[in-house]
């Protein structure tokens, strides 16, 4: 998401995500990720992402097996729909 490493440590994505999900009226954002890919886990979790399942020696990626993680996130109880931004015209 973010292409610069150096921005990689300022939780510049904590929940945007789930906030996008929401104002798009989506009920659940799922994702996979690299088992081996922690950091990648701990920052989904950090927002509200749960691990559903995992699948062995799904991708052959550098001549290698690699095995992923399905993690979910579903929009809080009590929240039906977050309203559109107000767009601003010049008047």
Do not use: C
């Not at 990689?8 to 994702?31: D, E, P």
């Amino acid at each position: 998401m973010l292409p610069n490493p150096a921005d990689r440590q300022r939780s510049h994505g904590n929940g945007a995500g789930l906030l996008l999900a929401a104002y798009l009226n989506l009920r659940r954002v799922s994702l996979i990720v690299f088992r081996h890919n922690a950091r990648a886990i701990n920052a989904y979790r950090a927002v509200g992402f749960k691990k559903e399942g995992l699948l062995k020696k799904l991708l052959f990626v550098d001549d290698a097996w690699v095995d992923v993680v399905l993690m979910a996130a579903f929009r809080p109880s009590g929240i039906d729909h977050i309203e559109p931004l107000r767009t601003w015209t010049k008047s």
